[in-house]
């Protein structure tokens, strides 16, 4: 939940910064978030979603220009907001494969996915549950989780 706040919060600033770009420059959006460094913000905000340091996406696009976030899958789709493997219903924009901010007065579109008859039981928990940046290969062959730590009763 933290990460997610943090990007709503990193997109918005980023929403506001290129809407007083635009304000300035007659209607024009800027090519590139670079263009908004240093003057309306003091560097291009990192993606918090993303695995390394990468920057929040940016599509420029004539008619609906959008900025982005990895969102939880953590690969950049290109601004995609197809459904996430494994959701179900009306999907928010967390359920999506990207995480989209329009700076356009475009709806975002309604994303209703049935489910499917043989899933089984509704998991309580996604099986992707971690965030990009805490999957992670094991070190070694014999590595699991907990090895490092001390597992004797005290």
Same mark, same amino acid.
């Given at each position: 939940?933290?990460?997610r706040?943090?990007?709503?919060?990193? #997109?918005?600033?980023? @929403?506001?910064?290129?809407?007083?770009?635009?304000?300035?420059?007659?209607?024009a959006?800027?090519?590139?978030?670079?263009?908004?460094?240093? +003057? &309306?913000?003091?560097?291009v905000p990192?993606?918090?979603?993303a695995?390394?340091?990468r920057?929040?996406? &940016?599509?420029?696009?004539?008619?609906?220009? =959008?900025?982005? +976030?990895?969102?939880?899958?953590? $690969?950049?789709?290109? @601004?995609s907001?197809? @459904? #996430?493997?494994?959701?179900?219903?009306?999907?928010?924009?967390?359920?999506?494969?990207?995480? =989209?901010?329009?700076? +356009?007065?475009?709806?975002?579109?309604?994303? &209703?996915?049935?489910?499917?008859?043989?899933t089984?039981p509704?998991?309580?928990? /996604?099986?992707?549950?971690? $965030?990009p940046?805490?999957?992670?290969?094991?070190?070694?062959?014999?590595?699991y /989780?907990?090895?490092?730590?001390?597992?004797?009763p005290?």
């Amino acid at each position: 939940m933290h990460f997610r706040i943090l990007t709503d919060r990193r #997109l918005a600033a980023t @929403a506001l910064a290129i809407r007083l770009f635009v304000i300035d420059h007659i209607g024009a959006f800027p090519r590139s978030l670079n263009e908004l460094v240093p +003057s &309306y913000l003091p560097a291009v905000p990192m993606d918090p979603m993303a695995v390394g340091n990468r920057p929040i996406g &940016y599509l420029p696009r004539a008619e609906h220009p =959008v900025i982005y +976030s990895v969102g939880f899958n953590g $690969a950049d789709d290109g @601004a995609s907001e197809a @459904a #996430l493997r494994g959701e179900f219903g009306e999907l928010c924009e967390w359920q999506r494969f990207d995480r =989209v901010f329009y700076l +356009s007065q475009r709806p975002r579109a309604f994303l &209703y996915v049935p489910r499917p008859e043989d899933t089984g039981p509704i998991p309580c928990w /996604p099986v992707d549950a971690l $965030a990009p940046w805490e999957r992670h290969l094991p070190l070694t062959s014999d590595w699991y /989780p907990g090895k490092d730590q001390d597992l004797t009763p005290r």
